[in-house]
C-alpha cells in the first residue's frame, strides 16, 4: 500500500489524466444507451404518440404487469426482433426494464441500428412506486 503512495504523490499527473479518462469513457458509454425520463417525460411523449414503449423484461414479467401500450421485446430477442421496431424510425423508442439498469445495454444496440433511444429511468419499479396504472 505504502509503495501505492508513493506511485500515486511521484505519478499524480498520469494518475488523474487515467481518472479524467475513466471518469469520460462512463459518462460517454452512459449517453450512448439514451437519455434517461421520468415517469412524466414517458406519459407525456405516450399520450402525444411521439414515442414507441418497448419492455425488454422477459415474457413472464411482461404478462404479470406492463405500461399500457408497451410491446414486449425480451432482452435476449432483440437482434433477432428488431425488425418489428422499423414503423418507430420517426419517434423516440423507450425501453423499460424492471429496475433500470438493463435498458443500457439495449439502447446502445438501437443506437448502432439508427434509433432515437430513451429509457425509463428506474424501470418498472419506479413506474409502480409512482402508482401509475399497468395492464395485465
Not at 419492455?55 to 401500450?69: L, T
Not at 441500428?113 to 419499479?125: E, H, P, S, T, W
Request: aromatic share 8%; proline share 1%; charged share 20%.
Amino acid at each position: 500500500m505504502a509503495d501505492f503512495l508513493v506511485f500515486v504523490s511521484a505519478q499524480w499527473l498520469l494518475v488523474s489524466l487515467f481518472l479524467a479518462l475513466v471518469y469520460l469513457f462512463v459518462v460517454l458509454e452512459h449517453f450512448k444507451a439514451g437519455k434517461q425520463l421520468s415517469v412524466h417525460d414517458v406519459t407525456r411523449l405516450l399520450n402525444d404518440g411521439e414515442a414507441l414503449l418497448v419492455d425488454i423484461r422477459d415474457a413472464k414479467e411482461y404478462q404479470s404487469g406492463h405500461i399500457n401500450q408497451a410491446i414486449n421485446i425480451p432482452l435476449a430477442q432483440l437482434d433477432a426482433r428488431m425488425a418489428e421496431l422499423e414503423s418507430a424510425r420517426d419517434r423516440s423508442v423507450i425501453l423499460v426494464d424492471k429496475l433500470g439498469q438493463q435498458a443500457a445495454g439495449a439502447g446502445r444496440t438501437l443506437r448502432r441500428a439508427g434509433f432515437k433511444v430513451q429509457r425509463l429511468r428506474g424501470g418498472m419499479a419506479e413506474w409502480r412506486g409512482q402508482s401509475l396504472p399497468v395492464v395485465s
